[in-house]
């Protein structure tokens, strides 16, 4: 038996190519279930690299991701999604996979193969910055040319693996290992162990942004109003925040270009907008520090 315990055989769905369509989707779903709970036994180390990351941002560093396959692309996925859920610069949140971006539609699965790929690639890399090497294996050596030159910067280091035996799990500085067991189709690691790398690339983006300012209370406050929909969201946010008619809430984003913490602190102060954009600078663009103050005066 091979010792990846990505490889091992699921001794549950021996007999899914004879199965019922509907049996099928239900012994998928069966375990599909494991996946919340295999990621919930690592709490404590995503809590610790959200942490981690979060101190990183405010010293000026970057999250960059790497990963091969399905763990690439995921990491490039969470990485596309922050600037326009946060406001972010593309440039704070990174995804790399090996192979480069024609990987992301075409399978270059030689690449994870290659540890000078990873190693240029992490050129990127400088002190301040976090550096998350995905994979379900914990074994491309692709990501050991990664944490080469991180540790050569001497850059903070993650490892998201599903593999405790894993090259990563041995290298990387903190390790989230979510063990969700054999796949449904032997080795197809696409599905828990994809579906529970995503679940973690969430909680550490989401995370982290909430841990500098990037929401207030439950909203997303600082969301880009790029289309129809968003701009409807935004609405609503900034008038359930200050409390005001959606019509307010519509003629003071348009006054400050939509920005949605800029709205809510001119009703709130009764701030013409560029003070509010100040005030909003001296509390680092937090706007929970910035009510606070204002509800304590």
């Not at 491309?140 to 035996?165: F, H, M, Q, S």
């Not at 790029?226 to 359930?240: F, H, S």
Request: charge should be negative; glycine fraction near 8%.
């Amino acid at each position: 038996m091979s010792d990846i315990i990505t490889e091992y055989r699921n001794e549950n769905t021996k007999d899914i190519d004879i199965l019922p369509t509907i049996e099928i989707v239900k012994k998928m779903n069966e375990e599909d279930k494991l996946v919340a709970l295999a990621v919930e036994e690592e709490a404590e180390h995503i809590a610790q690299a959200i942490d981690l990351i979060a101190k990183q941002f405010l010293r000026g560093g970057r999250l960059i991701y790497f990963g091969s396959g399905t763990s690439g692309r995921l990491g490039v996925l969470d990485a596309s999604e922050c600037p326009p859920t946060f406001s972010v610069s593309p440039e704070l949140v990174q995804g790399f996979i090996s192979g480069g971006d024609k990987a992301l539609r075409h399978s270059i699965e030689g690449a994870e193969d290659n540890p000078d790929l990873g190693y240029e690639d992490a050129k990127i890399l400088e002190e301040q910055d976090v550096a998350v090497v995905i994979s379900a294996s914990g074994n491309p050596k692709y990501l050991l040319g990664v944490l080469k030159r991180a540790d050569e910067v001497n850059c903070k280091t993650i490892g998201v693996t599903c593999n405790p035996k894993g090259r990563i799990a041995e290298e990387a500085g903190l390790v989230i290992c979510a063990e969700v067991g054999p796949e449904v189709i032997a080795g197809s690691s696409r599905l828990k162990a994809g579906t529970a790398q995503k679940m973690i690339l969430n909680m550490l983006t989401t995370g982290s942004m909430i841990k500098i300012g990037k929401t207030y209370e439950n909203f997303m406050i600082d969301l880009k109003a790029t289309n129809e929909k968003l701009k409807d969201r935004a609405i609503r946010i900034v008038a359930q925040i200050a409390n005001v008619s959606h019509s307010e809430a519509l003629a003071t984003l348009l006054k400050c270009d939509w920005e949605i913490k800029t709205a809510i602190t001119s009703i709130i102060m009764k701030l013409d907008i560029e003070t509010s954009r100040q005030e909003l600078k001296k509390h680092g663009g937090v706007l929970r520090k910035l009510i606070h103050v204002s509800q304590t005066v």
